[in-house]
């Protein structure tokens, strides 16, 4: 069956670093698109980045420039790399399967997910 599992979460302070995995299984990974998403509690869920099947990515304007999405379909693998780390990116981050990386991610286009990985960013 398909399988999405993240993988990196953690506790890091303001303006540290933290990398996180997606990994795939279940599906031809080289055919999809994979998106991040987050939510952060009492708030609803917003898209992050997200990652093409020719690798074209994209990003929302909060984490442009800070966070980098890349793709390894050799380990069925997508990776977050969020670097200058803010507080208000605390948040369950959640990796999804879908057809498209649109310049605006939406979450309609994304049919499976996985269970999610916390971040906390805090002194």
């Known amino acids: 069956q398909v399988q999405l599992v993240e993988s990196g979460g953690g506790l890091v302070q303001p303006g540290g670093s933290l990398g996180l995995s997606c990994e795939g299984s279940?599906?031809?990974?080289?055919?999809?698109?994979i998106g991040w998403f987050r939510q952060a509690p009492g708030k609803e869920r917003e898209a992050v980045s997200c990652?093409?099947?020719?690798?074209?990515?994209k990003y929302v304007e909060s984490v442009k420039g800070r966070f980098t999405i890349s793709r390894d379909n050799a380990k069925n693998t997508v990776y977050l790399q969020m670097n200058s780390l803010k507080p208000e990116d605390t948040a369950v981050y959640y990796c999804?399967?879908?057809?498209?990386?649109?310049?605006?991610?939406?979450?309609?286009?994304?049919?499976?997910w996985g269970q999610g990985t916390q971040v906390t960013v805090s002194e």
């Open positions: 279940g599906f031809p990974f080289d055919v999809y698109a």
């Open positions: 990652i093409s099947v020719k690798e074209v990515s």
């Open positions: 999804a399967r879908g057809l498209f990386c649109r310049s605006d991610i939406e979450a309609y286009d994304y049919d499976y």
